[in-house]
């Protein structure tokens, strides 16, 4: 599997941006494509969720109500539709897929290791 996203940039605090994660070599429809993120100095965390199969969608606690995402299955892509942005939203965000089996643990879904695909980063700079 491969994956690249995009869609990154610097926008004010309130703002909004979209990210894309486009993918390819899926072998099957049961996958988990995850966002995650990582600011300077901090370790990757997970950001959202979707079970590409059956749209399941999952969110960390500090992302809820201003994050969407979302698929397009014809066109193999991931959103992540980011709204009122905050400084400390700033960070590299990056897309990973996983086998769908992934979001059956709650601790395991944003778990970083259960994830085998890896896209390179894209970076996201919310000024105050």
């Known amino acids: 599997v491969q994956l690249q996203a995009s869609g990154g940039g610097l926008v004010q605090a309130g703002g909004s941006l979209r990210l894309s994660c486009a993918a390819s070599?899926?072998?099957?429809?049961?996958?988990?494509i995850g966002w995650f993120r990582q600011a300077p100095g901090k370790g990757r965390e997970g950001v959202s969720l979707?079970?590409?199969?059956?749209?399941?969608?999952y969110y960390a606690d500090s992302v809820k109500g201003r994050f969407t995402i979302s698929r397009d299955n014809a066109k193999s892509t991931v959103y992540l539709q980011m709204s009122s942005l905050k400084p400390e939203d700033t960070a590299v965000y990056y897309c990973?897929?996983?086998?769908?089996?992934?979001?059956?643990?709650?601790?395991?879904?944003?778990?970083?290791?259960?994830?085998?695909?890896w896209g390179k980063g894209t970076l996201v700079t919310v000024s105050s």
């Open positions: 979707i079970n590409l199969s059956g749209g399941s969608t």
């Open positions: 990973a897929a996983g086998p769908g089996s992934t979001l059956l643990s709650t601790r395991g879904r944003w778990t970083v290791a259960n994830y085998h695909s």
């Open positions: 070599g899926f072998t099957g429809p049961y996958y988990t």
